[in-house]
């Protein structure tokens, strides 16, 4: 069961992490490199709900902002949230906390249409094969406001450090960065999941053994899904 607690200020304070995991084989000659469906499934990972990365962040943002808009907070103005979330599902276990900040633009007759938001975050999260504790950074704009539409648009980007214990025949240990730059997020007003939008990705580490880079980009699809590509070689993942 999860717990969710929002505290709104209305005054001005400021307030997909994600990283990767291997599925390898070990042998005394030789020690596995994190490799490109290891990069996959950890991203597949950190993007489960809840788990306090990318989509808690676009969700968190889009509730905020829908519910801002209905209560007629005001333009112009910057306003504040802390928000704080423990999770404990079948397949993660994750725990964050967010201080959140936006300013809505209106038209001429006080309709909000567009905002600027901040997002700082403190997560972790397990699951059988991962822990991970990160920082994350999201930074961006909403269009589709007002109350006639919908879905809301978004773009933006996000950045996320952290290190993650990887548990599998062989553990490693990482330090790593993800960034991720959204381009129109479409995200549903009702349900505030990602109908549609893409996302260019680098993740950059290190383990005690390497150093390692991968670029990709992901396709929202909707339902929770997307799909992920990485040097030409797609993945289909989920985050339900």
Known sequence: MMTKFKVLISIVVFSFPVLLFTSCEKT???IENIS???????????LQANAGGLVTNIEDIV????????????CDTLYSS???EDFQGAKIQASYTSELSYEMTCNAVEIPQTATFSILTESMYSSSRIESDDNGNFTGNATNLQPSSLTMNINGDYS????????????KNISSTLTATLSTLQI???????????????????????TFSFEGTIVFNGGNTATLTINGTTYQIDWN
């Open 28 to 30: 005394d000659e030789t």
């Open 36 to 46: 490109e469906s290891d990069a996959a499934e950890i991203i597949e990972a950190s």
């Open 63 to 74: 509730e905020q902002l829908v519910t801002a808009v209905t209560s007629g907070e005001l």
């Open 82 to 84: 802390t928000i704080e």
């Open 160 to 171: 996320q450090t952290g290190t993650q214990a990887l548990n599998f025949m062989e553990q």
């Open 188 to 210: 549903s007003k009702q349900d505030f999941e990602i109908e549609s939008g893409n996302a260019i990705l680098s993740w950059t580490g290190s383990t005690s053994d390497e």
